[in-house]
């Protein structure tokens, strides 16, 4: 996968991707069963979602005996970063700052972070415009 994904994921799609890239691959019953234990998913909706993944090219699959076996086409980092770039491009326009600055208040930034952060910030062109 080239890093672009064509369609974004639904909140069930996400849901079956944090169990894909936890176990970084895993057989369709161990979706199953975790889908099933945590979201009360019955094997249908779990199979359905995984399908949906393969042909949207976040999951890849392998047969292995009378089983799939599924593994992330991409990290979950790049599957966030193409959501942030889909909504710079298609949403935000003209409130991209307020957004960022949302996203900053809200989360738990390290040191490290909030100076990698200011940092970009003190090197950063504002737009013209």
Known sequence: MSGEL?????????KVMKVVWRRKECAARDVYEETRRTYDWAPSTAKSVLRRL???GYLTT????NCYVYRPAS???QALLGV???LLETVLEGTT????????KNS???ADELADLRALLDNQTPEEG
């Open 6 to 14: 064509s369609e974004p994921l639904t909140p069930a799609e996400w």
């Open 54 to 56: 393969v042909d949207k």
């Open 108 to 110: 738990r930034l390290s």
């Open 97 to 104: 700052g307020v957004v960022l600055t949302h996203l900053v």
């Open 75 to 77: 990290s979950a980092l």
């Open 62 to 65: 392998t047969q292995v005996g």
């Open 84 to 86: 942030a770039d889909a």
